[in-house]
């Protein structure tokens, strides 16, 4: 990836030598990293070098009467970077953006607007969302309608406890998974998978080594069920949990989105879960969940940053099969330090979902020791 900003703009800290030098200092790293618990070979996937990000965040920066998109400089002694396009979004985002700073400042919306964020699907369908330090009436609606024609997106109006909607706040991703679609509704301001291409390695990583059968799957920290519906076609039953409500709400429309029913969908905490399971305590949202109908084989798990606590390792280690994709391997090396007592890592992956920066997503495979 060639950008002018390398050396100034925060977001890229790592581009000597172009990207493989990247992506071999994060594979090394790693190696060393899981060699207590792993030492064959990982496997490696890359991302595309140019244009790879659907959610991208920018600063909105006053210079006179003039405005710019800004990112947080690398020298932390200065303040921003000033910028007119970003080739980590992808190529549908940077078309847009020259059209929109332009018309934000011919339609004189620019007052308190401090932030501009985009999501948006690979094939160009996009949501804005217009950050601001004010509240938002009713003129600011019918210009941002005016917009929202003029360019063919979807914006939303945020400021201090207030979201103005124009249209609609998602967009409709579709991703290819070993040749067959998905759709899923990614929600404004909502998390969702930045880097789409990578995403799609990562399932299809994972749904490569799961033969359809009998048994069911167990899955925390389910999200927006982005992992959860293709591997549902592997499986007999799915029982998911998550504890956003949002999150569980959009997870329930993108399963009937592909038209698949085998899942349930269950909004309560790791901790909560485990002590329903175990009959420690009763909850009303499990209500309707017939536990006894379920023979878990497999569990998949992919937590925040924070992995997940020596608890909710231990629960995991009850399953034969363990599935773990991890955004920060630091995390995963204290959770693997309570995994590996029972289990064996049959596979491991490196997803760069994030080039010319330190951050790699990790893949974890583990079998219960015989």
């Not at 606590?309 to 034969?320: E, G, L, Q, V």
């Not at 204290?334 to 064996?344: A, M, N, P």
Request: hydrophobic share 40%; charged share 30%; glycine share 4%.
């Amino acid at each position: 990836m060639d950008c002018k900003y390398f050396g100034e703009c925060g977001a890229c800290v790592v581009y000597e030598n172009g990207y493989d030098a990247q992506l071999k200092k994060k594979l090394d790293l790693n190696k060393e990293r899981f060699l207590p618990f792993f030492d064959g070979e990982i496997l490696v996937f890359e991302s595309p070098q140019l244009n790879y990000r659907s959610r991208c965040e920018f600063k909105l920066w006053h210079v006179g009467d003039e405005i710019f998109y800004a990112m947080n400089n690398k020298d932390k002694s200065k303040k921003v970077v000033l910028i007119d396009s970003c080739p980590q979004a992808n190529i549908h985002i940077n078309i847009l953006m020259p059209k929109l700073i332009k018309l934000i400042k011919t339609k004189n919306i620019d007052f308190k607007l401090f932030g501009i964020d985009f999501l948006s699907s690979q094939n160009g369908e996009i949501v804005v969302s217009f950050l601001y330090h004010r509240k938002l009436d009713e003129d600011w609606l019918s210009i941002a309608k005016e917009i929202a024609k003029e360019l063919n997106i979807y914006i939303i109006g945020r400021s201090r406890k207030q979201k103005l909607v124009v249209t609609q706040d998602y967009i409709t991703e579709s991703l290819n998974i070993e040749d067959k679609e998905y759709r899923f509704n990614y929600i404004e301001n909502s998390f969702s998978q930045p880097n789409a291409k990578v995403n799609e390695k990562m399932i299809s990583w994972i749904i490569n080594s799961l033969e359809k059968n009998n048994d069911d799957l167990l899955e925390l920290y389910c999200g927006a069920g982005n992992f959860t519906i293709p591997f549902a076609t592997k499986f007999n039953k799915v029982l998911a949990t998550e504890i956003s409500k949002s999150s569980i709400n959009a997870a329930k429309t993108n399963m009937e989105l592909n038209d698949i029913y085998n899942i349930e969908f269950v909004r309560m905490s790791v901790e909560e879960f485990t002590q329903a399971l175990d009959g420690v305590r009763e909850f009303r949202r499990m209500k309707d969940v017939d536990i006894d109908r379920y023979n878990f084989s497999t569990i998949f798990v992919d937590p925040p940053r924070s992995g997940m606590d020596s608890t909710t390792s231990m629960f995991s280690a009850r399953y034969d099969n363990i599935l773990y994709i991890s955004c920060n391997p630091e995390s995963l090396v204290r959770d693997l330090e309570i995994i590996y007592k029972t289990h064996d890592i049959i596979e491991m992956a490196l997803f760069d979902q994030f080039p010319y920066t330190h951050h790699v997503e990790m893949g974890v495979k583990l079998k219960r020791r015989v």
